[in-house]
């Protein structure tokens, strides 16, 4: 079946523009995650939803970036006045059960860059 | 929160030849996972591995968990398997994944 897919794959903006970032999860996946991956680093995370319900943001790293899931399905990954400090690979995953205990699933990332 | 260490940091592999990178995790974990960064970025699953032992083809993958550290074994590596490895895990307090810094493999013909 489809996996987890993200649009864009590729973002350029100028600084101070917003941006928005959209991930399909894979169908009937209960959990959707959103981690950021600077270059030559591994992800780190941003955000988990279950179902709509945002559980954790505790890795947002500014009032600037806000997430929502508003059906239970997609979710859109928005950031506001961007800074050269926001370019870095977006990953979203999603998993079937909610639980701690399943396989997380990654999409292919949108690469941002600010200028 | 849970923390990730993974050794070597970077592996230079002549075709053919058998490798072991490690990861070692600061506490309990009920989820650990190893991924395979491709050089287009995605993250491919390799193993869903929190304990035991699993074997996919050449990759075999095994957790201690009560010495909380992980092993996955490359055998007769092949070019394809450059990249970059990554080792993931959550602890009993939540989903969340906490990834290593990664081991970064270079396997030349």
């Known amino acids: 079946g489809a996996g987890v897919s993200q649009s864009p794959r590729y973002k350029v903006a100028k600084r101070g523009q917003d941006v928005a970032l959209r991930c399909d999860p894979i169908?009937?996946?209960?959990?959707l995650f959103w981690y950021q991956q600077a270059l030559g680093q591994g992800p780190e995370f941003l955000t988990y939803?279950?179902?709509?319900?945002?559980?954790?943001k505790s890795g947002l790293p500014s009032d600037r970036f806000f997430a929502e899931r508003p059906e239970g399905s997609v979710s859109t990954l928005k950031i506001q006045r961007t800074q050269q400090e926001d370019s870095a690979v977006y990953l979203c995953?999603?998993?079937?059960?909610?639980?701690?205990?399943?396989?997380?699933?990654f999409g292919p990332g949108t690469r941002l860059t600010v200028l | 929160g849970i923390q990730v260490e993974q050794s070597p940091p970077d592996l230079i592999l002549q075709e053919g030849a058998n490798s072991t990178l490690r990861c070692n995790f600061s506490?309990?974990?009920?989820?650990l996972q190893w991924f395979h960064q491709n050089p287009w970025g995605q993250l491919i699953n390799l193993f869903y591995?929190?304990?035991g032992t699993k074997q996919n083809g050449r990759l075999s993958a095994t957790t201690v968990a009560t010495e909380r550290y992980s092993l996955l074994y490359i055998s007769s590596s092949q070019t394809t398997d450059s990249g970059v490895y990554f080792c993931?895990?959550?602890?009993?307090?939540?989903?969340?994944?906490?990834f290593g810094g990664g081991t970064r493999v270079l396997v030349k013909p």
């Open positions: 506490d309990s974990v009920n989820n």
């Open positions: 169908s009937g996946h209960v959990s």
């Open positions: 995953a999603s998993n079937t059960l909610g639980e701690s205990t399943d396989t997380q699933y």
């Open positions: 993931a895990a959550s602890g009993a307090a939540g989903n969340k994944l906490t």
């Open positions: 939803f279950q179902n709509e319900a945002q559980l954790d």
């Open positions: 591995i929190p304990s």
